[in-house]
Nanobody, 121 residues
Framework: QVQLVESGGGLVQAGGSLRLSCAAS????????MGWYRQASGKQRELVAI???????DYADSVKGRVSISRDNAKNTAYLQMNSLEPEDTAVYCC???????????????WGQGTQVTVSS
């Protein structure tokens, strides 16, 4: 089994910053992609950012220039640095990881439980 634990959410004023962390543990041989989704109340889930095992990143248009995703492969941890936060960024942020549990195994997707980010105006 694999567990993903997020941290770093909270309440911040508009224009502020937050750094989310997502630590993966358990039966891990390697991790392919890691990323973050968010879901605001009454809205569809949105992919915020993704990073490959080689460090290639991609972002939703709504956060480009304000958000940066990174990872520490030695720690099986991904980070989401969010700057210039806006009230529209308020959502539950969930991380995911595409994990290969053992050599020659197919990858599986795992999800964290989510962390609330609230941006006040």
């Amino acid at each position: 089994q694999v567990q993903l634990v997020e941290s770093g959410g909270g309440l911040v004023q508009a224009g502020g910053s937050l750094r989310l962390s997502c630590a993966a543990s358990g039966n891990i041989f390697s991790i392919n992609d890691m990323g973050w989704y968010r879901q605001a109340s009454g809205k569809q889930r949105e992919l915020v950012a993704i990073i490959s095992d080689g460090g290639i990143t991609d972002y939703a248009d709504s956060v480009k220039g304000r958000v940066s995703i990174s990872r520490d492969n030695a720690k099986n941890t991904a980070y989401l640095q969010m700057n210039s936060l806006e009230p529209e960024d308020t959502a539950v942020y969930c991380c995911y990881a595409t994990v290969v549990p053992k050599r020659w195994s197919r990858p599986y997707n795992y999800w964290g439980q989510g962390t609330q980010v609230t941006v006040s105006s």
